[in-house]
């Protein structure tokens, strides 16, 4: 038992984790943002322009209860003992994943171009030349070579091309 509880102990330590942790709480929380989202933002002017119509409160009653409906919410329609198929909730869920896709979207691709500009920047600074061309063998030879190792000719570093 208590090499279990050590191992556990070990593997909850690990720094994975605890980074997933912290993503799954965050998803939770982000996922009640873009609950409310849809709900209280989206969802009543896309009611408005549909005539009033909510969403959540679309539902077909594929078994009455009692008493008979026709009930005017879900809630109504399970306190009658009926049994409804709640196409407005799926509705609801689908956009609920656009909005969550497109979120997500926007914050990879903004991540991404972040990082491509961070790795951009060192490349911008002009670097020293390593290697140049030997003016008698037309060799790539060092840069700061005074004799070509090929053709072992002496190299004068402020002439560029074949010493006198």
Not at 115 to 130: C, G, N, Y
């Amino acid at each position: 038992m208590s090499s279990t509880f050590e191992e556990f102990k070990k593997f909850a330590k690990r720094g994975n984790i605890v980074d997933m942790s912290v993503g799954v709480v965050i998803g939770v929380a982000f996922g009640a943002i873009t609950k409310s989202l849809v709900d209280d933002v989206i969802m009543p002017p896309i009611g408005l322009l549909t005539g009033g119509v909510d969403f959540s409160e679309l539902f077909w009653v594929i078994q009455q209860g009692e008493p008979v409906g026709p009930y005017a919410t879900i809630a109504a329609a399970k306190a009658a003992g009926a049994v409804t198929v709640n196409y407005g909730n799926f509705v609801n869920t689908i956009i609920n994943f656009v909005i969550i896709a497109l979120a997500m979207f926007f914050v990879v691709r903004s991540y991404k171009r972040l990082t491509e500009r961070q790795e951009d920047k060192p490349e911008d600074a002009p670097k020293a030349p390593v290697d140049k061309e030997c003016p008698y063998c037309f060799e790539d030879i060092p840069f700061q070579a005074v004799r070509c190792p090929k053709c072992t000719s002496h190299l004068d570093a402020s002439v560029e091309g074949p010493a006198e």
